[in-house]
């Protein structure tokens, strides 16, 4: 930001104003300074109110209504970036989705009475999420992120509903939370073994020498998957590698567990009970991997992307209105994307605003795993 000196002449009371550094505007706050505050806001959890007094500090106030405006201005601008990004995450083999809590204060207390709800089941609802969904292809993974009173299983039949007719049903990993499925759409569905794993770390202290042998199992499965990675295994190969390394591990493990239940080595009400309960009910759709070509083991990867909403609803705690939580969940989608994309989420909201008639005119070519081709090109013609 530039305040350019003005001076007025006794004599005439003409006003003179100094000339603006070469390189400046007209416009108050450039491109780099929308990135910049978006990307601490939505990418990093720092409060409006917080790079407030930062800039103060500095010298260079910018007040927090200003920041809002800025960057709820350039996200009507990126709208159809976001459009398209939903669109494309639609068309993925394989969706990953999960839910994590938050809070938004027209939704709440005494503010959620005087709100009109669109439907009666919308008005029986009380709580509030932000669903993560992440979308992986051949070419590129796709992050969303989507707030409201909706669940993941939800807004995933809302993206769905974008996939191309011709395509068969995706992957879909998520925990076995009823929530994070819909009958809405048709899909091949994954449970997460990283969570059935867990329940067994949660008292291995109490049954040490039964956990262990679970961890055991479940360890050398997780290796078997990370040599297929470090050979660059196709989904048909990796599958057949699973075949033959892991399902006998893994059969063993089933057989032992149902010998634990029907010779009665385990009470059934404890925790070990309950852990081996989790497994044996969810068997199928947590050894997917065996079964169907490029099934994940786990939901790693969007239990990481939900951890960028978990450090902003600990640091800015809530959002306003339904209106603040779309523009944090369109930046946070593209920041995130960015992340998984390898690209400079920075120099990309920057590229986006410096070209936004050929943005919002081709969004498809301005996506942050393809950009800096069309940037390049721009910078030939």
């Known amino acids: 930001m530039h305040e350019l000196e003005k001076l007025r002449c006794n004599l005439c009371g003409k006003v003179f104003t100094a000339a603006a550094p070469e390189g400046i505007g007209e416009e108050k706050y450039n ?19 917080r790079l407030g007094g930062l800039q103060g500090s500095l010298g260079i106030p910018l007040p927090p209504s200003t920041q809002w405006e800025i960057v709820e201005g350039l996200a009507t601008r990126l709208d159809p970036v976001y459009r398209e990004l939903i669109r494309q995450a639609a068309q993925g083999d394989i969706l990953h989705n999960d839910d994590t ?9 005494k503010r959620r009475e005087k709100w009109e709800h669109d439907s009666e089941e919308d008005a029986a609802r009380t709580g509030v999420f932000t669903s993560g969904i992440v979308s992986t292809a051949q070419d590129s993974r796709i992050a969303l992120f989507f ?3 909706r669940h993941a299983g939800e807004n995933l039949a809302d993206v ?55 961890l055991k199992t479940l360890g050398q499965v997780y290796k078997n998957d990370a040599e297929t990675k470090k050979q660059h295994m196709s989904p048909e190969q990796r599958l057949r590698f699973h075949q033959a390394e ?4 893994l059969d063993e493990l089933q057989r032992w567990m149902k010998d634990q239940v029907d010779e009665r080595r385990v009470e059934p009400n404890s925790g070990l009970g309950q852990a081996i309960a989790y497994m044996q009910n969810h068997w199928e759709k947590l050894t997917q991997f065996l079964r169907t070509p490029g099934a994940p083991l786990d ?12 450090l902003h609803r600990k640091n800015s705690m809530f959002y306003k209105t ?21 690209a400079s989420a920075f120099e990309y909201l920057t590229a986006l605003q410096e070209h936004i008639a050929d943005v919002t005119r081709e969004p498809a070519a301005w996506m942050p795993w393809n950009y800096r081709e069309a940037v390049a090109g721009k910078a030939v013609s």
């Open 101 to 109: 809590s938050m809070k938004i204060l027209e939704r709440m207390g």
């Open 31 to 49: 491109a780099k300074a929308a990135s910049m505050i978006a990307l601490l806001k939505y990418g990093s959890g720092l409060p409006f109110n």
């Open 322 to 342: 339904d209106h603040g939580a779309r523009v944090g969940d369109l930046f946070m989608s593209l920041i995130y994307t960015c992340q998984l994309s390898d």
């Open 246 to 249: 892991s399902r006998p591990l």
């Open 299 to 310: 939901n790693n990867l969007c239990e990481r992307a939900l951890k960028k909403v978990i």
């Open 147 to 149: 707030t409201g009173q």
């Open 160 to 214: 769905l509903a974008k996939r191309a007719e011709e395509l068969g049903p995706p992957i879909q990993m998520c925990d076995a939370l009823s929530r994070n499925t819909s009958p809405v759409f048709e899909s091949i569905v994954a449970n997460c073994l990283a969570h059935g794993r867990r329940k067994f770390i949660d008292v291995v202290e109490s049954f040490p020498t039964e956990c262990r042998h679970v």
